[in-house]
């Protein structure tokens, strides 16, 4: 008799004559794990660049694992770990239980997905720039019977088309009120810090951070009210405070445009740091004082139940959040230290 699914992602495919108390004990991470430490022969090495966890979860649970079995599997020396003859048995099997598992998935998730070929995704291209194609690259090899169809358009118009069922999913930037995604399932992947962008030969440019006041006095490039009202609600929200309010002498309908005419001179931008990763030295983004409340940066879907393909894509999303925000917090990188170099008064 085969071993009935726990909770969590357990060992449904081991041979018949494995233990049943293994069975309990062991999930399918654990041997993840041990395969990725024996193949790089280093924890660190694994945690950081093939497990992307933290080093101290994954001694963590390559000792449990080593309990639960009842063997030392890893031989551990200051720089290195080597597998004793117990370990290099159990590598052959666990990489047999993965193999096996993965098959087990793909053939279940393309049973699954019968009947549906195409995944409708909107997205606004500068915020999701760095996530997006991470999450393309984990879903298409998940699920490589469904054709994405990305649809480049306004916030706006990215709700209305889940709403009414042109798409199934939905990458935004979360309206200031939290109210008017009350008919939708939403989750916030990340959230990105209020900047201000300028060109590189503008004044302000010499600056690390820029009062709000100093701000509302330059001549400011917007996006187009027509199709991207909240943007226009988050300005009202930011300048809350201070007397003069900006003066929008341009209007655009796409953050590639709004910079080109930043980087031109013509005037300067509110946005997010992201803008660091999307436009690099075109522009410089600097920080605003006081500093505004983060965005929100999310997936959405209607309420309900996802098809099999979009609540794939919706996970491949927070892994892909999840992995770069990981990178950082190890490497100690602040979110745009990366893309923008700033330079002191």
Request: hydrophobic content about 35%; glycine content about 6%; proline content about 3%.
């Given at each position: 008799m085969r071993p009935r699914c726990r909770?969590?992602?357990?060992l449904c495919f081991l041979p018949q004559h494995i233990s049943q108390a293994y069975l309990r004990a062991v999930e399918l991470r654990h041997?993840?794990?041990f395969v990725a430490v024996?193949?790089?022969?280093?924890v660190s090495r694994a945690a950081t660049q093939k497990l992307h966890v933290a080093q101290p979860s994954l001694s963590r649970q390559i000792r449990d694992l080593e309990d639960e079995i009842g063997f030392c599997l890893l031989k551990r020396t200051a720089k290195s770990v080597r597998l004793t003859d117990a370990g290099r048995a159990f590598?052959?099997?666990?990489?047999?239980?993965l193999k096996h598992t993965d098959e087990a998935l793909l053939k279940v998730r393309a049973i699954g997905a019968k009947?549906?070929?195409e995944l409708h995704v909107g997205y606004s291209p500068t915020p999701v720039a760095e996530i997006l194609p991470k999450t393309l690259r984990a879903f298409q090899h998940a699920m490589p019977n469904i054709h994405v169809r990305l649809h480049d358009w306004s916030n706006k118009a990215i709700l209305d088309g889940v709403r009414d069922g042109r798409l199934q999913l939905g990458l935004i930037v979360s309206p200031p009120k939290a109210s008017s995604l009350r008919d939708l399932r939403y989750e916030e992947l990340?959230?990105?810090?209020?900047c201000v962008a300028v060109a590189p030969?503008?004044?302000?440019?010499r600056r690390r951070a820029i009062p709000l006041t100093e701000v509302a006095a330059e001549p400011l490039i917007a996006l187009t009210r027509e199709d991207y009202p909240e943007y226009y609600d988050y300005l009202s929200i930011i300048f809350s405070k201070v007397k003069q309010k900006p003066r929008v002498v341009e209007e655009h309908d796409s953050l590639s445009s709004i910079l080109a005419s930043v980087e031109a001179g013509t005037g300067v931008a509110i946005g997010m740091d992201v803008f660091g990763y999307s436009f690099g030295n075109r522009v410089k983004v600097l920080d605003l004082i006081p500093e505004p409340k983060p965005i929100s940066v999310g997936i959405a879907a209607p309420k309900g139940r996802l098809s099999p393909a979009a609540e794939k894509f919706w996970q491949c999303a927070k892994e892909a959040v999840a992995k770069i925000a990981n990178h950082r917090d190890e490497a100690k990188i602040p979110l745009n230290a990366l893309e923008v170099e700033f330079v002191d008064p």
């Open positions: 909770s969590g992602e357990r041997l993840r794990y024996a193949e790089m022969e280093n590598l052959e099997e666990a990489r047999a239980i009947g549906q070929t990340f959230h990105e810090r209020v030969q503008h004044p302000f440019a």
